[in-house]
T-cell receptor, first 109, second 116 residues
Framework: EDQVTQSPEALRLQEGESSSLNCSYTVSGLRGLFWYRQDPGKGPEFLFTLYSAGEEKEKERLKATLTKKESFLHITAPKPEDSATYLCAVRNNFNKFYFGSGTKLNVKP | GEEVAQTPKHLVRGEGQKAKLYCAPIKGHSYVFWYQQVLKNEFKFLISFQNENVFDETGMPKERFSAKCLPNSPCSLEIQATKLEDSAVYFC??????????????FGPGTRLTVT
């Protein structure tokens, strides 16, 4: 069965302390891997789509990478405003979307 | 509009009552998705539409849930005879097919349904 697993569940960083979030997936034909940011009480905000192994995308302090089994969201020198839950989702060959449970990131000043 | 709008923001229903949620997709987007988010951020896909046609309804508990997207009206998700386990945040997302053939979904703020 297709599934997405994110780790860690929660991550506490000091401002400026770089780290990575992991998204492992099992999918019947990957048609896209998506990263979202979700702030409390709000809907997910689209960040990136990755399609094939080796692909990378960057936006400000965030960089997403993709292999055949997992994706990483690297956060370089995070700031308190980067605190949020980061969600990973995949789309399979049948156009079905599966979401992970998210990583709750807390960046302390 | 440039944002997905969902109403109401919060809905409280007694067990057994009906609940109806609304979603106005981004103008120009032809795909609408409904998700249920329960504890620990678990997102469950419910149903998707391409314009007014059902695209995928494999996630819908059909005995009590129904949804529509009619022309010139907000899309709706209706739950007949709500149960306690229906308490969740319901998100709507809209999307346009990208030139690469993908769906970059833009989410609304959600409707929090509380069944008491």
């Amino acid at each position: 069965e297709d599934q997405v697993t994110q780790s860690p569940e929660a991550l506490r960083l000091q401002e400026g302390e770089s780290s990575s979030l992991n998204c492992s997936y099992t999918v019947s034909g990957l048609r896209g891997l998506f990263w979202y940011r979700q702030d409390p009480g709000k809907g997910p905000e689209f960040l990136f789509t990755l399609y094939s192994a080796g692909e990378e995308k960057e936006k400000e302090r965030l960089k997403a990478t993709l292999t055949k089994k997992e994706s990483f969201l690297h956060i370089t020198a995070p700031k308190p405003e980067d605190s949020a839950t980061y969600l990973c989702a995949v789309r399979n060959n049948f156009n079905k979307f599966y979401f992970g449970s998210g990583t709750k990131l807390n960046v302390k000043p | 509009g440039e944002e997905v709008a969902q109403t109401p923001k919060h809905l409280v229903r007694g067990e057994g009552q009906k609940a109806k949620l609304y979603c106005a997709p981004i103008k120009g987007h032809s795909y609408v998705f409904w998700y249920q988010q329960v504890l620990k951020n678990e997102f469950k896909f419910l149903i998707s539409f391409q314009n007014e046609n059902v695209f995928d309804e494999t996630g819908m508990p059909k005995e009590r849930f129904s949804a529509k997207c009619l022309p010139n009206s907000p899309c709706s998700l209706e739950i007949q005879a709500t149960k306690l386990e229906d308490s969740a945040v319901y998100f709507c997302a809209s999307s346009q097919l990208t030139p690469g053939g993908d769906y970059e979904q833009y989410f609304g703020p959600g409707t929090r349904l509380t069944v008491t």
